[in-house]
T-cell receptor
Framework: AQSVTQLDSQVPVFEEAPVELRCNYS??????LFWYVQYPNQGLQLLLK??????LVESINGFEAEFNKSQTSFHLRKPSVHISDTAEYFC??????????????FGKGTKLSVIP | GAGVSQSPSNKVTEKGKDVELRCDPI?????LYWYRQSLGQGLEFLIY????????KSGLPSDRFSAERTGGSVSTLTIQRTQQEDSAVYLC?????????????FGAGTRLSVL
């Protein structure tokens, strides 16, 4: 079984400041990793994913995450946030193969509030 | 359709009543998933359909919950004899392929309130 821990439930940050949202996971098998974003009253949208290859993955809106196998982490970062980044962010994992390799296990979410 | 469509967007019901939640996946997506998002438990997997295979019901919290997928497309999640702890947002997702390579696209959800 897999588990995901998002260490911060809420992160306030000033506009144009950098931000890091932390995610750690636990799994006995190799995993695929995802960050989803949920804007108010909307569904989840995929922000970025790590499947294999380069451990640094980027999204089209300036976010990036780095897969660190030794630390079992997949932290999300952005060097300069905008008001429009205010949302809740969910880290998720799924087994790379085998039983349940379609079932996303989510962290509890981190609410990012960007302050003007 | 352009995305995953869920209806209704909001549902208020009385304790003990049955409810049906509908999900219309992205056209051509063979896999369909239901998740529940609640304040206490976060996001939880409920059930998974893939083509004509038997669904994975391992996440359903009790036998009051059931789901079906007709014709490999639209899915209905049914909750019988609703309880207050069933209050949550029910999210549906679909994907084109299996496993982690099948990126899951989510609908906006149905917010269920059990009074």
């Amino acid at each position: 079984a897999q588990s995901v821990t998002q260490l911060d439930s809420q992160v306030p940050v000033f506009e144009e400041a950098p931000v890091e949202l932390r995610c750690n996971y636990s799994s006995s098998v190799s995993v695929y990793l995802f960050w989803y974003v949920q804007y108010p009253n909307q569904g989840l949208q995929l922000l970025l994913k790590y499947l294999s290859g380069s451990t640094l993955v980027e999204s089209i809106n300036g976010f990036e995450a780095e897969f660190n196998k030794s630390q079992t982490s997949f932290h999300l970062r952005k060097p300069s946030v905008h008001i429009s980044d205010t949302a809740e962010y969910f880290c998720a994992v799924t087994p790379g193969s085998g039983a349940g390799s379609y079932q996303l296990t989510f962290g509890k979410g981190t609410k990012l509030s960007v302050i003007p | 359709g352009a995305g995953v469509s869920q209806s209704p967007s909001n549902k208020v019901t009385e304790k003990g009543k049955d409810v049906e939640l509908r999900c219309d996946p992205i056209s051509g997506h063979t896999a369909l998933y239901w998740y529940r998002q609640s304040l206490g438990q976060g996001l939880e997997f409920l059930i998974y359909f893939q083509g004509n295979s038997a669904p994975d019901k391992s996440g359903l919290p009790s036998d009051r919950f059931s789901a079906e997928r007709t014709g490999g497309s639209v899915s209905t999640l049914t909750i019988q004899r609703t309880q207050q702890e069933d209050s949550a947002v029910y999210l549906c997702a679909s994907s084109l392929a299996l496993g982690g390579l099948g990126i899951q696209y989510f609908g906006a959800g149905t917010r269920l309130s059990v009074l």
